[in-house]
C-alpha cells in the first residue's frame, strides 16, 4: 500500500513563497502521475498542479505563472514550489498518486494579507 507524506505547510503573508514536498514509498513512485490539489473551507477540493512521468505540467489557471511542480524520481518526492502567494491560496493541500489512488493526510498553507 502506497503511503504519501506531505510537508511544508506554514502561514505566510501575501507575497511570500513556500515549497511543499510529497514522498511516496514503495517502488511505483516514477511510473505515475502526481498531482496537488487544495481544499479552502467551505469549498470543493480542486486541481493545483500535476505532472506525468516525462515531467509535462498542467496548471489550474489562478496559480499558472506563481507555482511550479515537480519531481525528483531518485528521491520519491513531489515539490510545489509558491511563489507570490494569495490570501486566495489558502487551503489545506493535498497530495494524490493517480493510478495506484493514494492521498496525502494533507498540510495547511495560511495566507494573511
Known amino acids: 500500500q502506497v503511503q504519501l507524506v506531505e510537508s511544508g505547510g506554514g502561514s505566510v503573508r501575501a507575497g511570500e513563497s513556500l515549497t511543499l514536498s510529497c514522498t511516496a514509498s514503495g517502488s511505483l513512485f516514477k511510473f505515475d502521475t502526481f498531482g496537488w490539489y487544495r481544499q479552502a473551507p467551505g469549498k470543493q477540493r480542486e486541481m493545483v498542479a500535476t505532472?506525468?512521468?516525462?515531467?509535462?505540467?498542467d496548471y489550474a489557471d489562478s496559480v499558472k505563472g506563481r507555482f511550479t511542480i515537480s519531481r525528483d524520481n531518485a528521491k520519491n518526492t513531489v515539490y510545489l514550489q509558491m511563489n507570490d502567494l494569495k490570501f486566495e491560496d489558502t487551503g489545506v493541500y493535498f497530495c494524490?498518486?493517480?493510478?495506484?489512488?493514494?492521498w496525502g493526510q494533507g498540510t495547511q498553507v495560511t495566507v494573511s494579507s
Open positions: 505532472i506525468l512521468p516525462g515531467g509535462a505540467t
Open positions: 494524490n498518486m493517480r493510478a495506484v489512488g493514494a
